[in-house]
């Protein structure tokens, strides 16, 4: 299983993320369909006689959301003829990447050698759950407050993304995890607004101070 999951979806994915050629994405991702379809199968056979128990099993819930997302993809892709690379389909491309690994590391866990380290990195995995949710929500209100201050990244690079708040998270994001520095600008209309009030501009000073230290 390890060895048809690897060449029939894992390699084709990987080379449809590094090339340009509409043919070469056509057969990577039909590759990919195919596979997806092949495993999909097992799966509802593993429903079929589990039951409502097969949603119990975290892995299983890894492999029915991989084959809903990547169909999902699949379409949009085969819609657009792979001319438009959108934040949505960027998204769901890194889902089903971190997916893929996650399902090689369930294959290779049979393997005596590394059933530790697999079962290490799951049990490191799950002590440090807690904090990046903790880190996620302080990233997630941050972005929210500079959005609420009318605040801009200028940075061509993330131009691509309409969504001003997504904007703003993935500064956050980049600048939380020392990435290229993203300089936070509030609106000149919104800085005219505040007409000289000294509580509100010091408050917004300070906000953009711990954005620029996050």
């Known amino acids: 299983m390890l060895k048809v999951?690897?060449?029939?979806?894992?390699?084709?994915?990987?080379?449809?993320?590094?090339t340009s050629s509409q043919l070469t994405l056509n057969i990577c991702y039909t590759i990919c369909l195919l596979t997806q379809v092949f495993f999909i199968?097992?799966?509802?056979?593993?429903?079929?006689?589990?039951?409502?128990?097969?949603?119990?099993?975290?892995w299983n819930l890894?492999?029915?959301?991989?084959f809903a997302v990547f169909v999902l993809?699949?379409?949009?892709?085969?819609?657009?003829?792979?001319?438009?690379?959108?934040?949505?389909?960027?998204?769901?491309?890194?889902?089903l990447l971190f997916q893929s690994f996650y399902k090689v590391f369930y294959f290779i866990r049979i393997y005596e050698s590394m059933c530790f380290i697999i079962t290490l990195s799951i049990k490191c995995g799950m002590e440090v759950f807690p904090f990046a949710i903790f880190t996620i929500t302080i990233?997630?209100?941050f972005s929210k407050i500079f959005q609420i201050l009318?605040?801009?990244?200028?940075?061509?690079d993330l131009d691509f993304i309409q969504n001003d708040y997504v904007r703003l998270l993935v500064a956050t994001y980049q600048n939380t995890y020392g990435g290229e520095k993203q300089v936070m600008q509030i609106d000149?209309?919104?800085?005219k607004s505040l007409n000289g009030n000294e509580s509100q501009e010091?408050?917004?000073?300070?906000?953009?101070?711990?954005?620029?230290?996050?």
């Not at 890894?62 to 991989?66: A, R, W």
């Not at 000149?188 to 800085?191: D, G, N, Q, T």
């Open 139 to 141: 990233m997630l209100a």
């Open 150 to 156: 009318h605040g801009n990244v200028d940075n061509p």
């Open 188 to 191: 000149e209309e919104y800085k």
């Open 41 to 58: 199968l097992f799966e509802f056979m593993q429903f079929k006689e589990q039951g409502l128990a097969y949603f119990t099993d975290f």
């Open 62 to 66: 890894i492999d029915t959301s991989q």
């Open 73 to 95: 993809l699949y379409i949009t892709k085969t819609i657009s003829q792979f001319s438009t690379d959108s934040f949505p389909e960027m998204v769901m491309q890194a889902i």
């Open 5 to 18: 999951y690897t060449a029939g979806f894992l390699i084709p994915f990987l080379i449809s993320l590094s």
């Open 202 to 214: 010091s408050v917004v000073w300070i906000l953009v101070l711990l954005f620029e230290l996050t």
